[in-house]
């Protein structure tokens, strides 16, 4: 407990933590820094390692591969961010990294992700839950059962790559095929033909079978492995 003298209406900070009071008038009081989980809070997001401790060690694991890195999420959720109540959707978002990064970084905005495999969802409730985030909200399902128009932005981290031959699968849970593949590229492809000018899109290690020829290319970054899109 800290004892604080105010001398007049102000807004007080308390140093090294985020806790805010208002208090009016000359009055003494007693307050708790109840915002100092907070700083535990922030400190996920330190680095991907602090980051990918939030889940058990056998979805850590599978982080380098599967999962997006932080500073990926930063600069792909900060450029779809475009003001309060923007709807981001990941497509495939996994352990829901990517989500919950861009909802921390962006208050303001609003976080979906979509993911096939319910432990997963699992996983991303439970790390949203530690994270304190009311921004974000997973789904279990297939995107192809979502309508798009719903949703003014997109992220996506080539979630249709592992239905190829000869790639890391993330686990046996659902089918994998070739034809998965061409289907959901086609399928994403008409989704996004069919979205408004002005949306924007972000790709992570795609191949751009998805990406309709509406949306231009207006930034790069890592290598030209992240690509930022708004549609034209």
């Given amino acids: 407990m800290t004892d604080i003298t105010f001398l007049?209406?102000?807004?007080y900070r308390i140093p090294g933590k985020r806790t805010v009071i208002l208090q009016q008038g000359n009055r003494k009081i007693r307050i708790m820094p109840v915002l100092e989980r907070n700083n535990k809070?922030?400190?996920?997001?330190?680095?991907?390692?602090?980051?990918?401790?939030?889940?058990p060690a056998e979805i850590e694991l599978l982080a380098k591969r599967h999962w997006t890195p932080l500073n990926v999420a930063r600069l792909a959720s900060g450029f779809l961010a475009m003001g309060s109540n923007t709807r981001i959707l990941d497509i495939g978002s996994g352990v829901g990294k990517f989500c919950l990064c861009g909802a921390y970084h962006n208050p303001a905005s609003l976080y979906f992700g979509i993911e096939q495999r319910r432990e997963l969802v699992r996983h991303a409730n439970k790390a949203k839950s530690k994270l304190n985030l009311d921004n974000v909200h997973f789904i279990h399902g297939n995107f192809t059962q979502l309508d798009l128009k719903d949703y003014d932005n997109f992220y996506f981290f080539n979630s249709f790559f592992e239905n190829l031959d000869g790639t890391d699968k993330i686990d046996d849970s659902i089918e994998y095929s070739e034809e998965l593949f061409e289907y959901y590229s086609r399928y994403l492809f008409r989704q996004l033909n069919k979205v408004p000018r002005g949306t924007r899109l972000v790709t992570y290690h795609s191949m751009e079978h998805e990406v309709p020829p509406g949306f231009a290319i207006v930034d790069t970054d890592l290598g030209?492995?992240?690509?930022?899109?708004?549609k034209i």
Wanted: charged content about 25%; proline content about 0%; aromatic content about 24%.
């Fill in 8 to 11: 007049s209406e102000m807004y």
């Fill in 41 to 55: 809070i922030e400190s996920n997001f330190i680095s991907d390692q602090e980051f990918n401790q939030l889940y």
């Fill in 224 to 230: 030209d492995l992240l690509k930022f899109w708004i």
